[in-house]
C-alpha cells in the first residue's frame, strides 16, 4: 500500500488499508495521484510515495532480512500481537508456506508454544527446524479430534478453503481463528462451531503503516528475536 485518501472516516482513524476509496496497492493499482498511470511495485531503485506510508528501515537491520517484514512478516505479526500471543499461549499455524513459516517464527519469539498444522507429514521436519514445538498431520481428520479445546489462536495461512468448523473446534474458550491466506472460494461454517466456544473468525488485511514502524523497531530492538533467511540476487 503507497496512498490512500487520507480523508475519509476509516483512515482518519489510522486504518488506511480499509480506505472507502480504496487504498492504491503498490503493484498494478491505478494511480490517483496520476491519472490513467498504474502503480509498477517496488523492484525499481527508485520509488516515489507519500512520507505518510514509508517506514525508515533501521540501520541496524540488513535490508534483506527487513523486507520480508513489510509483507509476509507484518501480516502474522500484527495478528499474532494483536490476539495476545506470549509464553503461556498455544498457536497453531495452519501451513508452512511463505506467510506459515514467518509465523512460526513469529510466534516462537514472542514466547507462545507453537504447533504447525499440516496436511501430511512431509514438512515436520521443517517445522521443528523453524522453531515449532509440535506438528500434527490434518489429512486423516484425527487432529482435529486430539487437539480439539487445544489453542488460543489459530493463524490460518493457507490459500485454498479449509474446514472452518473443523478448525474452530481447535481452539479453546473465546480463542481467535485469524484467516491471512484469502481464498476466493467460499468457506462453508457450521455456526454451532462458533456458539461452543465463542469463537472470533476474522479475515485480515496488510496492516496500517504504524504497525509496520512498530513491527520494524521491534524486530531492531530485538524484541521478537526475529531472523529470516534471506535470498539474495545475483
Ligand atoms: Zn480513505
Known amino acids: 500500500m503507497v496512498n490512500s485518501c487520507r480523508t475519509c472516516e476509516n483512515c482518519r482513524a489510522g486504518q488506511e488499508q480499509y480506505c472507502l ?19 509498477q511495485g517496488g523492484y525499481s531503485e527508485a520509488i516515489v510515495a507519500p512520507e505518510d506510508f514509508v517506514v525508515l ?39 508452512l508456506g511463505g506467510l506459515g513459516h514467518l509465523g512460526v517464527k513469529m510466534a516462537r519469539a514472542m514466547g507462545a508454544d507453537v504447533t504447525v498444522l499440516s496436511q501430511s507429514g512431509n514438512k515436520r521436519e521443517a517445522a521443528k527446524a ?11 481428520g484425527s487432529a482435529f479430534t486430539e487437539l480439539a479445546n487445544t489453542f488460543d489462536i489459530i493463524l490460518n495461512t493457507v490459500s485454498a478453503p479449509v474446514s472452518l468448523s473443523d478448525y474452530l473446534g481447535m481452539l479453546r474458550l473465546h480463542g481467535t481463528m485469524v484467516n491471512v491466506g484469502v481464498t476466493t472460494e467460499p468457506m462453508p461454517m457450521a455456526v454451532f462451531a462458533l456458539l461452543r466456544i465463542r469463537a472470533d473468525p476474522r479475515l485480515r488485511r496488510p496492516l496500517p503503516v ?3 514502524r512498530r513491527d520494524l523497531r521491534e524486530a531492531e530492538a530485538g524484541m521478537t528475536g526475529f531472523h529470516v533467511d534471506a535470498v539474495r540476487g545475483h
Not at 476509496?21 to 502503480?39: Q, R
Not at 523453524?130 to 486423516?140: E, K, M, Q, R, S
Open 210 to 212: 504504524r504497525d509496520r
Open 130 to 140: 523453524l522453531g515449532a514445538d509440535h506438528c500434527a498431520v490434518t489429512g486423516d
Open 21 to 39: 476509496k480504496g487504498d492504491t496497492l503498490v503493484c498494478g493499482a491505478p494511480d490517483p495521484a496520476e491519472p490513467g498511470a498504474h502503480t
Open 57 to 95: 528501515v533501521p540501520e541496524t537491520l540488513d535490508p534483506a532480512a527487513a523486507a520480508p517484514l513489510l509483507c509476509a512478516g507484518i501480516t502474522v505479526y500484527a495478528p499474532l500481537k494483536q490476539f495476545g500471543a506470549r509464553p503461556g499461549t498455544k498457536v497453531a499455524v495452519v501451513g
